[in-house]
Nanobody
Framework: QVQLVESGGGLVQAGGSLRLSCTTS????????MGWFRQAPGKEREFVAA????????YYADSVKGRITISRDNAKNTVYLQMDSLKPEDTAVYYCAAAFSRIGILPPAYISTNARDYDYWGQGTQVTVSS
């Protein structure tokens, strides 16, 4: 059974920073593409950032580009989301997700912005940005 556990959320003032972590277990982390999504109250879950299994490719939502950085440490089975210059509109529950190939192993540069492509999800961590 694959488990994803997020941490690092909290309350921060606008302009501040947070670093989210997501540690996985149960399958070989280095074979998974990873993504971060978020869901604000009353809104649908939306894509934030994604990173390939090799770490060679990443992609960001336009709303966070330049302020948020996704990275991974395959030796620690952990993916990170460094969030800087936070805005009140970044307030949401943040979820990490893992995608594995149905056959074989994902291409090294594979990433996805589609939640349906992800097989496993964490429980989420709350990020609140005050104005």
């Amino acid at each position: 059974q694959v488990q994803l556990v997020e941490s690092g959320g909290g309350l921060v003032q606008a302009g501040g920073s947070l670093r989210l972590s997501c540690t996985t277990s149960g399958r070989t982390f280095s074979t998974s593409a990873m993504g971060w999504f978020r869901q604000a109250p009353g809104k649908e879950r939306e894509f934030v950032a994604a990173i390939s299994r090799s770490g060679s490719s990443n992609y960001y939502a336009d709303s966070v580009k330049g302020r948020i950085t996704i990275s991974r440490d395959n030796a620690k089975n952990t993916v990170y989301l460094q969030m800087d210059s936070l805005k009140p509109e970044d307030t949401a529950v943040y979820y990490c997700a893992a995608a594995f190939s149905r056959i074989g192993i994902l291409p090294p540069a594979y990433i996805s912005t589609n939640a349906r492509d992800y097989d496993y999800w964490g429980q989420g961590t709350q990020v609140t940005v005050s104005s």
